[in-house]
């Protein structure tokens, strides 16, 4: 049989010429004819989901949303298919508990092996894991589970203070300590201790701590894929970012066997930890406990979300302080628990450790958000980190101010008292058990320790005019977005206070 060369080139032809065509259409058609066309935003953006995948694969995507609004305004295109708000209104319109969303695709790259409370889109679901999970968040459990945080903080507070023999005349001060680190190793150790019935000893030893670069890498991964579901549903990841998924898969089995281990000690064992509640929890209205491959996903999302907003928050907290000398030094105020937390939270609003968006996929109906009539199907958000630097809601607001906080100050997010007020509808779970943790743990080294900034050299998480706009300012702490945060930084050399030396 022989080939008619000329009729093979054509019949490409048409195929390339026919490709690009259908190529050009899809730009037209979402550049001009989509429902979302009217909202201004990246022409990038408006046209393919790759545009926040770069973002994310640069690890910048929560500063671009905030340089977005900054150029466009309250309302922005920022994907084919998403529109971002900068409102307090859209805030609650689009976290309320009645809201006419779901949650959105994007949650689909964090599902393994089942969904679990933070990736599930039936409401349902959600309701009938967030009664089962709470029983481990009691107010009785969480008494029983302090004791675990606090031995951890003891171990911390003698670790970042011991003096290593340099020969060299430091006045009692430490080497410098990189406190995104030490505060990673806090966070993990007390969440082994919590959750898996013993701690990683990370703060004492190197063993464990390859684990961070696999949750690291997980969390990459999950929002690589997430931003662009034809990565995940393909599974693309594998070509396009092999030693993510390769650190993902290793996290899941690090992950599995971590419960393996703990479920051997089975419920009658003396370690009221949080393990101990879930297998012992039963949803009140159904009796259902949750199943192995459940308990495996909840476990991957403690490891997550029990470590980076934590540590974050905690890191965060002593970069800011140092940038205050003079109150460090005194300490008089910050001896107050109430200015503390105060601290904690302004620390929180200047750099959350989710500092991108929650997606929501609006239901059957649509539905209006800030007097835009959003259509079915389209993903909507707030970009936390922007919404946090709304000068409309926080006066300078790239200053740490920690009074915003005290008691009687209005957040004007919500109107509300400050000690009352909440962002978005579905609070974190653990909150509370993680104030516990971060006040602890400063309010611990604070009395223990005189601190500086480290002498001599360049604080790594200081933002530099010389860098790109939204990074650029020498007070701001910098985190590279991976969904949770990734940190450098701060430096800091610790000495015994004068009333430990005595």
Known sequence: MTVDLAHLWVYLGLLVGGGLFYGF???????????????????????????????????????????????????????????????????????????????????NAFVHPTANTHNTSDKEVHARKRRVMSQAFSESAMKEMQRYILGNVRTFCEQIGMLEGSGEDTKGWTKPR???????????????????????????????????????????RHLLCGTMPIVNKLNLDKILF?????????????SKGQLTERTKLGEETDRRDFFYYLLKARDPETGQGFSTPELWSESNLLIIAGSDTTSTAMAATLFYLFNDVEEICQGATLASCTYLRACIDEAMRMNPSVGGILPRE?????????????????VVGVPHYTIHHNESYYPSPYEYVPERWLVGTLNPLTGQNTTEAEHWARGCIGKGLAYVEMTNTLARTMYMYDMRKAVGIVDPAEGNPKNEWGRHRPGEMQLVDIFTSAKNGPMVEFRKADHMSS
């Open 178 to 220: 990189k406190m995104s680190d030490w505060c990673n190793y806090l966070a993990m150790d007390i969440l082994g201790d919590l959750c898996f019935g013993k701690a990683f000893h990370m703060l004492e030893s190197p063993t464990n701590r390859f684990a961070l670069q696999l949750v690291e890498a997980a969390t990459t």
């Open 25 to 107: 259409s899809i730009v037209v058609y979402r550049v001009f004819f989509h429902p979302l066309a009217k909202y201004p935003g990246p022409f990038m953006a408006k046209i393919t989901d790759a545009y926040q995948l770069y973002h994310a694969w640069k690890g910048d995507r929560q500063i671009e949303f905030w340089r977005m609004h900054e150029k466009y305004g309250p309302v922005v295109r920022f994907g084919p298919n998403l529109v971002c708000f900068n409102s307090n209104k859209a805030l609650k319109d689009i976290y309320g508990f009645r809201s006419n969303v779901r949650k959105a695709e994007f949650y």
């Open 242 to 254: 092999p030693g993510l998924a390769a650190g993902r898969a290793r996290y899941m089995a690090y």
């Open 362 to 378: 609006v239901l059957s109906g649509g539905m209006t958000i800030e007097g835009h009539v959003i259509p079915e199907g389209t």
